[in-house]
Structures are given as C-alpha cells and as structure tokens.
C-alpha cells in the first residue's frame, strides 16, 4: 500500500512539474496557477 501511494505521488509531482514547466514557457502559469489552486481548495461539504 505505501509502495502504490507514493508512486501515485511521484507520478502527480513529476505530472504537475512538466506542466508547470508547459505554462512558463507558454506565460500562462497564473491562469494555470489560479485553476489548479480553485480546484483543490477546500469545500464546504454538508455530510448529513
């Protein structure tokens, strides 16, 4: 199990690293920057 997750973590960092590398290249890290942020924020769920 801790073998499978942190190969599930390298593989999003080394993921995220090539696409963070693409939007520099590209000057559009901040929007990029903005959308990834907005998508792991944290959300109010109502669990009742």
Do not use: Q
């Amino acid at each position: 199990g801790l073998r499978l997750i942190t190969l599930h973590n390298l593989h999003f960092y080394l993921d995220l690293m090539k696409r963070v590398r693409a939007e520099v290249e590209a000057g559009t890290f901040d929007e990029f920057r903005k959308n990834f942020v907005s998508n792991y924020k944290t959300r109010e769920v109502d669990l009742a």
